[in-house]
């Protein structure tokens, strides 16, 4: 059933793209990588080599485009800001309407394995009330959300402000649920304090301060701190893995993006090592990434970003995060008022923190704890940074129990 007064738009891209995609990866010129076997100075040579010969030669875009196109597609103008997204009709009595927010570097793709049993919960063993009219946009910047070429400011605050015109103002719900994960948490948490008296709640796959892109080194996750000295091994071990896991992109993100696009929007092979590296080590793949996304999966992904011509725009956003920076529109406590449910996963347990119970403790003994009307928070020790892909199954019954009696 598509939506009244709009056209579903099924994804297609142009042949010429992708001869062009084709062209380009056997044209790929390779460097000298000696030495990077076990990948200690990036993606390993014969990793990257033969994903880029299956992506030329064996992988087929039209059967990926046809599993995607199952579901409705629509591309609308948001106050000049191009937005495509995906829905999923609810299948309930009364399904409320839910937007769900990506990060980066993901795609609109990586909610797949959760919108169907999210807006048909009947049909996946669970409750036919708990459905959701699941939309779900690529990021302004993102995917096939582009191009922005009147709107070089976009940041996470900003995207907030599209997606609830998106949901009030075009879709016409005066009320609906939010959830995202990684920049998708902190869009998803922006909507939970600028525009809680419209969300019947929030889930988000982590729960940091809104503040946290603001300051002179948003791009530093030590902020320019040494180690002290005394640190226990492997508390220090941790600190010196997650920094080794985040700081390279945060840092070329936030501080160079531009110089980092030009590259990457010119070598398919680059992008797709660019972003490869962070599937790699964000996911819980234990250092074997196609047990989390089979080749064509990762496939799939990198080629809705190149086709989208998206991967300086989305990159750039981290910059403008850092440029634009986030002020609260009211001095309330909490900050994000809407009720707000969050999902841990073990991949990114910090320091120190081994269970479940001990990551619950641990973010309710934090400052960020204040900030969040939090009604539900599940760890789970298991499970990397792509929550809904990686734990389809948890992160579906984790947001079903944040609204359960919030609609």
């Given at each position: 059933?598509?939506?009244?007064?709009?056209r579903q738009q099924?994804?297609?891209?142009?042949?010429?793209?992708l001869?062009?995609?084709?062209?380009?990866?056997?044209?790929?010129?390779?460097?000298?990588?000696?030495?990077?076997?076990?990948?200690?100075?990036?993606?390993?040579?014969?990793?990257l080599?033969?994903?880029v010969e299956?992506?030329?030669?064996?992988?087929?875009?039209?059967?990926?485009?046809?599993?995607?196109n199952?579901?409705?597609?629509?591309?609308?103008?948001?106050?000049?800001?191009?937005?495509?997204f995906?829905?999923?009709?609810?299948?309930?009595?009364?399904?409320?309407?839910?937007?769900?927010?990506?990060g980066?570097?993901?795609t609109?793709?990586?909610?797949s394995k959760?919108?169907?049993?999210?807006?048909?919960?009947?049909?996946?063993?669970?409750?036919?009330?708990?459905?959701?009219?699941?939309?779900?946009?690529?990021?302004?910047?993102?995917?096939?959300s582009?191009?922005?070429?009147?709107?070089?400011?976009?940041?996470?605050?900003?995207?907030?402000?599209?997606?609830?015109?998106?949901?009030?103002?075009?879709?016409?719900?005066?009320?609906?649920?939010?959830?995202?994960?990684?920049?998708g948490?902190?869009?998803?948490?922006?909507?939970g304090?600028?525009?809680a008296?419209?969300?019947?709640?929030?889930?988000?796959?982590?729960?940091q301060?809104?503040?946290?892109?603001?300051?002179d080194?948003?791009?530093?996750?030590?902020g320019?701190?040494?180690?002290?000295?005394d640190?226990?091994?492997?508390?220090?071990?941790?600190i010196?893995?997650?920094?080794r896991?985040f700081?390279?992109?945060?840092?070329?993100?936030?501080?160079?993006?531009e110089?980092?696009?030009y590259?990457?929007?010119?070598?398919?092979?680059?992008m797709?090592?660019?972003?490869?590296r962070?599937?790699?080590?964000?996911?819980?793949s234990?250092?074997?990434?196609?047990?989390v996304?089979?080749?064509d999966?990762?496939?799939?992904?990198?080629?809705?970003?190149w086709?989208?011509?998206?991967i300086?725009s989305?990159?750039?956003t981290?910059?403008?995060?850092?440029?634009?920076?986030?002020?609260?529109?009211?001095?309330?406590?909490?900050?994000?008022?809407?009720p707000?449910?969050i999902?841990?996963?073990?991949?990114?347990?910090?320091?120190?923190?081994?269970?479940?119970?001990?990551?619950?403790?641990?973010?309710?003994?934090?400052?960020?704890a204040?900030?969040?009307h939090?009604?539900?928070?599940?760890?789970?020790?298991?499970?990397g940074?792509?929550?809904?892909?990686?734990?389809?199954?948890?992160?579906?019954?984790?947001?079903?129990?944040?609204?359960?009696?919030?609609?």
């Open positions: 059933m598509s939506i009244t007064g709009l099924p994804i297609h891209v142009p042949d010429e793209v001869d062009d995609l084709t062209a380009r990866l056997k044209a790929t010129r390779w460097p000298r990588d000696t030495g990077n076997d076990d990948g200690f100075y990036g993606v390993p040579p014969a990793q080599r033969a994903l299956h992506w030329a030669h064996r992988y087929d875009w039209r059967a990926a485009e046809r599993a995607i199952a579901y409705e597609h629509y591309r609308v103008d948001v106050g000049g800001v191009p937005v495509h995906m829905r999923r009709p609810g299948a309930g009595p009364s399904p409320t309407p839910l937007i769900l927010s990506h980066w570097p993901w609109f793709w990586h909610w959760v919108v169907d049993a999210l807006a048909d919960p009947g049909a996946h063993g669970g409750d036919p009330a708990d459905a959701f009219d699941v939309i779900v946009p690529s990021l302004p910047g993102f995917g096939f582009t191009p922005l070429p009147a709107h070089p400011d976009m940041n996470f605050w900003k995207i907030a402000d599209v997606f609830h015109e998106l949901m009030t103002g075009v879709l016409g719900h005066n009320r609906y649920a939010a959830a995202g994960c990684d920049v948490a902190l869009i998803t948490g922006q909507l304090h600028k525009y008296a419209h969300l019947h709640g929030i889930h988000i796959g982590s729960a301060k809104l503040t946290m892109f603001n300051g080194r948003a791009w530093d996750l030590s320019g701190n040494p180690l002290p000295d640190l226990p091994p492997h508390i220090r071990a941790r010196v893995a997650l920094e896991r700081a390279v992109h945060l840092a070329a993100h936030v501080l160079d993006p110089t980092l696009g590259g990457l929007s010119d070598s398919p092979a680059g797709l090592a660019w972003v490869l962070r599937w790699s080590t964000w996911s819980d234990h250092g074997d990434v196609e047990t996304f089979p080749r999966d990762l496939l799939t992904h990198a080629t809705i970003i086709a989208g011509a998206s300086t989305s990159i750039r981290y910059a403008n995060n850092n440029r634009y920076p986030w002020q609260p529109s009211h001095d309330r406590w909490p900050v994000v008022q809407a707000t449910g999902t841990f996963v073990g991949h990114e347990n910090p320091p120190g923190v081994t269970t479940g119970e001990e990551r619950v403790r641990h973010f309710l003994a934090s400052d960020r204040a900030w969040y939090h009604v539900n928070i599940t760890a789970h020790e298991h499970g940074h792509f929550i809904p892909w990686e734990l389809p199954g948890e992160w579906v019954d984790d947001l079903r129990r944040t609204f359960r009696g919030r609609r």
